[in-house]
């Protein structure tokens, strides 16, 4: 069965950028609409950006909207989160999720493990 897998996290400063990848093996993603979502030490987990299968719809959440962009290839099997203007607030483990269509909710079928961003200030 397919796996989703988050890369590019990391420790970067108050200001900086970061970019995240998820792929997936065993499964094609461009049959999927496609979630970021972040956790932080207890808090629950949120929605963060998510596009459609083609890559001709995107959502936001309103906290990241101008400073996040969530973008697809579909030939390399990969969706990115490019994150610039990070601040501490964006500290949380990343995930990725698969589904069929695009929700701005925790409603997604596929997840993977995370990934952990942490901003310094």
């Known amino acids: 069965q397919g796996q989703l897998v988050e890369s590019g996290g990391g420790l970067v400063q108050a200001g900086g950028s970061l970019r995240l990848s998820c792929t997936a093996s065993?499964?094609?993603?461009?049959?999927?609409?496609m979630g970021w979502f972040r956790q932080a030490p207890g808090k629950e987990r949120e929605f963060v950006a998510a596009?459609?299968?083609?890559?001709?719809?995107?959502a936001y959440a309103d906290s990241v909207k101008g400073r996040f962009t969530v973008s697809r290839d579909n030939a390399k099997n990969t969706v990115y989160l490019q994150m610039n203007s990070l601040n501490p607030e964006d500290t949380a483990v990343y995930y990725c999720a698969a589904n069929g269509m695009l929700r701005v909710t925790t409603d997604y079928t596929y997840w993977g493990q995370g990934t952990q961003v942490t901003v310094s200030s």
């Open positions: 596009i459609s299968w083609s890559g001709g719809s995107t």
């Open positions: 065993g499964r094609t993603l461009r049959n999927y609409a």
